[in-house]
C-alpha cells in the first residue's frame, strides 16, 4: 500500500515537472526565435543569449521565481535592429514588453493578442509600420500602450474598447488616420492619452469628458476641427493640455484656470480660437507653459500672470491682443515677478506705446524674447542689456530707435 502510494506520488510529481520543463522550453525556444530575428546588434546584447547561460540569467530577461516562466522582456535602448517574430504569443506568461528605443521593424504580429497576462506594452522609438494589432483586445489586464513614434497606419482600432484597466494609450507621432472613437470616453481607468502627430480628423468626441482620472492630454499636430467640448475643461485633474496645429475654434472658457487648477502645460497655438485671454489662468499656479500663438484671440494684454512663478513659456505671437495704445506693455512691470521665464512671444499682434524700462528685470534667464511686427516706438531700453542669456531678441517691424546694435554686444551668442 505504501508503495503504491509513493509510485503514485511520483508519477505524479513527474508530471507536474514534466510539464513544467516543456512549458520553460517553449519560452527559451521563443526567445531564440527572437534573437534570430535581430539583424544589427551593436551592443552584442545577444551574446549572453545562449545554451551556456539559462535564459533567466539573459539580458533583457526576467522570470516569475514561482515557475521559472518569462514575465518581462525589457531591451529598451540597446540599438537592437529586427523584427518580432509570431512566436512571441509563445511566452504566455509575459506582463511586460519594452523595446523602446530600437529600431524594430515589420508589423507588430497580432499573436501578441496570445498573451493574456500583458499589462505593459512599450514599443515606442522604433519602426514599426502596418496597423495596430486589434488582437491586443484579448489582452484583457493590459493598463499601458504605449506605441508612438513609429509608422504606424489606418484607424485606432474599435477592437480596444474592451480594455477597462487601460491607463495609457499612447499613439503619437505615427501616419494614424480617421477619428477620435467616442469609446475611449467609456476608458474610465484613463489617466494619459497621447493621439498627437497623426492625421485624425474630425471633432473631439463630447465623450472624452467623462474621462474623470485624465491627466495627459495630447491632441497637437492633426486636423481636429470644431470645438474643444467644454466638459473636458471640467477635468480637474488634467496637468497637460496640447492641441496645438489643428484647425479648432471657439473661446477659452474664462474660468479655465479654476476649473483645471493643476494645469502645467496649456497649448493650443496655430488654430483659430478667438475670444479674449482668461484672466482665470492666475488660478492655476503650477503653470509652466502657456503657448496660444498663431490664433485670433484679442483684448488686452495677458493678465494677472505674475503669479505663476514657474512660468517658463509665455507666447502669444500673431495674435490681435491690444489695440495700439500708450501704455499696452505696462504689464511688463508684473511680468518681472517670473524668474523662472525663458520665452516670451508677443510679436504681431497690436501691442503700442513705448517698450518700458522695467525690460531690464525681467528674468535674467530669458533666453528669446519676439514683439516684433507690433505698434511700438521710442528708443529701446539700455537696461535690455541686462538681459545676458538672450539669444534671440525680434523687435522688428516697429518704429525703433536706439543703440541696439552696441548692446547686442552684451547678449551671449
Request: charged letters at 15%.
Amino acid at each position: 500500500m505504501a508503495l503504491g502510494d509513493f509510485t503514485f506520488v511520483d508519477e505524479f510529481m513527474f508530471g507536474i515537472c514534466n510539464d513544467t520543463y516543456f512549458a520553460n522550453e517553449s519560452d527559451r525556444l521563443a526567445l531564440l526565435d527572437f534573437k534570430n530575428r535581430v539583424t544589427q546588434d551593436p551592443l552584442h546584447v545577444m551574446a549572453s543569449w545562449n545554451n551556456f547561460v539559462h535564459f533567466c540569467s539573459w539580458v533583457g530577461i526576467t522570470c516569475s521565481p514561482s515557475n521559472g516562466r518569462v514575465v518581462i522582456l525589457n531591451l529598451e535602448g540597446q540599438k537592437l535592429v529586427g523584427s518580432i517574430p509570431p512566436s512571441i504569443g509563445n511566452l504566455t506568461f509575459l506582463t511586460g514588453i519594452n523595446l523602446v528605443n530600437n529600431t524594430f521593424r515589420g508589423e507588430i504580429p497580432q499573436e501578441i493578442g496570445r498573451l493574456l497576462r500583458l499589462q505593459h506594452l512599450n514599443l515606442t522609438y522604433n519602426s514599426f509600420g502596418g496597423k495596430t494589432p486589434s488582437n491586443l483586445t484579448h489582452c484583457v489586464e493590459l493598463a499601458t500602450i504605449r506605441l508612438g513614434y513609429n509608422g504606424l497606419i489606418g484607424r485606432i482600432p474599435d477592437q480596444l474598447a474592451s480594455l477597462s484597466k487601460l491607463k495609457i494609450l499612447e499613439l503619437g507621432a505615427n501616419n494614424l488616420t480617421g477619428t477620435i472613437r467616442t469609446w475611449i470616453g467609456n476608458l474610465s481607468s484613463l489617466y494619459a492619452l497621447s493621439l498627437g502627430l497623426n492625421n485624425l480628423q474630425g471633432t473631439i468626441p463630447d465623450e472624452l469628458g467623462r474621462l474623470s482620472s485624465l491627466g495627459f492630454f495630447q491632441l497637437y499636430g492633426n486636423y481636429l476641427s470644431g470645438i474643444v467640448p467644454p466638459s473636458i475643461y471640467n477635468i480637474s485633474s488634467i496637468y497637460y493640455f496640447s492641441v496645438t496645429q489643428n484647425q479648432l475654434q471657439g473661446h477659452l472658457p474664462l474660468d479655465v484656470g479654476i476649473t483645471l487648477p493643476n494645469l502645467e502645460i496649456f497649448a493650443g497655438g496655430v488654430n483659430n480660437f478667438t475670444g479674449t485671454i482668461p484672466v482665470s489662468l492666475s488660478n492655476a499656479s503650477r503653470l509652466r507653459i502657456i503657448d496660444f500663438a498663431e490664433n485670433g484671440l484679442t483684448g488686452t494684454k495677458p493678465g494677472n500672470l505674475e503669479n505663476l512663478e514657474d512660468l517658463i513659456r509665455l507666447n502669444f505671437e500673431d495674435n490681435k491682443l491690444e489695440t495700439g495704445k500708450i501704455g499696452d506693455l505696462s504689464f511688463f512691470d508684473f511680468l518681472t515677478n517670473i524668474s523662472a521665464l525663458e520665452v516670451l512671444g508677443l510679436s504681431g499682434n497690436r501691442f503700442g506705446g513705448e517698450l518700458p524700462n522695467s525690460i531690464a528685470n525681467l528674468s535674467d534667464k530669458l533666453k528669446i524674447f519676439t514683439i516684433g511686427r507690433n505698434l511700438i516706438h521710442g528708443s529701446i531700453p539700455v537696461g535690455i542689456g541686462n538681459l545676458v542669456n538672450l539669444y534671440l531678441l525680434g523687435i522688428e517691424g516697429n518704429q525703433l530707435g536706439g543703440t541696439c546694435l552696441m548692446l547686442l554686444g552684451s547678449f551671449k551668442t
